[in-house]
């Protein structure tokens, strides 16, 4: 696992949030957390599948590598596909 430091854009937040009311210190757990299903994207980083507040919500936060950091672009609540995909991770053993 690369140990990226995870930041982002406080407008990108704000845009986030009014769009898919998911801030980014929730989207940061699923980025730290070993259990999220990571999926290459194509800015050459990953789309992280994973819960925060227990199992509360599955987010799909979606980031890029800027300058040897990890960016958030955006955070949303994961579609029904992506959730089903992260249990399957999951049930196969999950922790990459």
């Known amino acids: 696992m690369d140990y990226l430091t995870v930041a982002?854009?406080?407008e990108d937040e704000l845009s986030n949030i009014k769009a898919f009311k998911v801030n980014f210190k929730e989207a940061r757990e699923v980025i730290l957390?070993?259990?999220s299903l990571k999926l290459r994207n194509i800015h050459k980083d990953y789309t992280f599948i994973g819960p925060v507040d227990g199992l509360s919500k599955i987010l799909a936060v979606y980031c890029m590598k800027d300058d040897g950091f990890r960016r958030?672009?955006?955070a949303r609540k994961a579609?029904?596909?992506e959730e089903n995909a992260y249990f399957s991770f999951l049930a196969m053993g999950g922790l990459e």
């Open 33 to 35: 957390n070993s259990s």
């Open 79 to 81: 579609i029904l596909k």
């Open 72 to 74: 958030i672009l955006t």
């Open 8 to 10: 982002w854009s406080y």
